[in-house]
């Protein structure tokens, strides 16, 4: 079973509205990993945030971590066409080398 | 400059057949991933090597080999290729930096069809 499973697996949005989208975790974490991919592309890092932290900001994106529930949610402000693309959360289990444990990843739509 | 590039981008093959994709990171990161994307966008980590050293294999079929030469290269061979092995190959580097959160940094992908 996976480790990460975001919530929803579609989210389709007017441009300039707020998107949320959340990620939820079996295991112990040491952090988690937000990250983007567009269509045809790599995945690029967005955001981290440490277990013993439970918000962060960076420009337009806002994360929380809740390790009571063990859960995430990724949070960008005034959405615009190009955050169309497909947001995953990784967990980096706190046993072991660094491994990052993806999940399927929600697939944001901004409508122009 | 690209940080993590793979060769080739695209490979359509046979079943049957041998094929290596070949990957290059120039960040001088120690540690070096291969992922596999299906089609249902699912990543899974397949091998992990630091500093030339296998460290993480995750239940991958032995047809599949990873083979680092230096840090800086992690190439992938993959013998009889079989249809579900069809799917988007990421390779990946970090520095690594135990417990203090590792940004991995990942290449365009491989897109492997096997017909």
């Known amino acids: 079973s996976q480790q990460g499973e975001e919530d929803p697996q579609a989210l389709s949005i007017q441009e300039g509205e707020n998107a949320t989208m959340n990620c939820s975790y079996k295991t112990s974490i040491n952090n988690l990993q937000w990250y983007r991919q567009n269509s045809g592309r790599g995945l690029v890092h967005l955001i981290l945030i440490r277990s013993n932290e439970r918000e962060k900001h960076s420009g337009r994106l806002r994360v929380t971590l809740d390790t009571s529930k063990k859960s995430s949610s990724l949070l960008i402000t005034a959405s615009r066409a190009a955050d169309t693309a497909s947001y995953f959360c990784a967990t980096a289990l706190i046993q072991g080398a660094q491994k990052l444990v993806f999940g399927q990843g929600t697939r944001l739509t901004i409508n122009p | 400059d690209t940080a993590v590039s793979q060769t080739p981008k695209y490979l359509v093959t046979q079943m049957g057949n041998d094929k290596s994709i070949k990957c290059e990171q120039n960040l001088g990161h120690d540690t070096m991933y291969w992922y596999k994307q299906d089609s249902k966008k699912f990543l899974k980590i397949m091998f992990s090597y630091n500093n030339k050293e296998l460290i993480i294999n995750e239940t991958v079929p032995n047809r599949f080999s990873p083979k680092s030469p230096d840090k800086a290269h992690l190439n992938l061979h993959i013998n009889s290729l079989e249809l579900g092995d069809s799917a988007v190959y990421f390779c990946?580097?970090?520095?690594?930096?135990?417990?203090?959160?590792?940004?991995?940094?990942f290449g365009e992908g491989s897109w492997l069809t096997v017909v």
């Open positions: 990946a580097s970090s520095l690594l930096r135990q417990y203090s959160g590792n940004t991995i940094y």
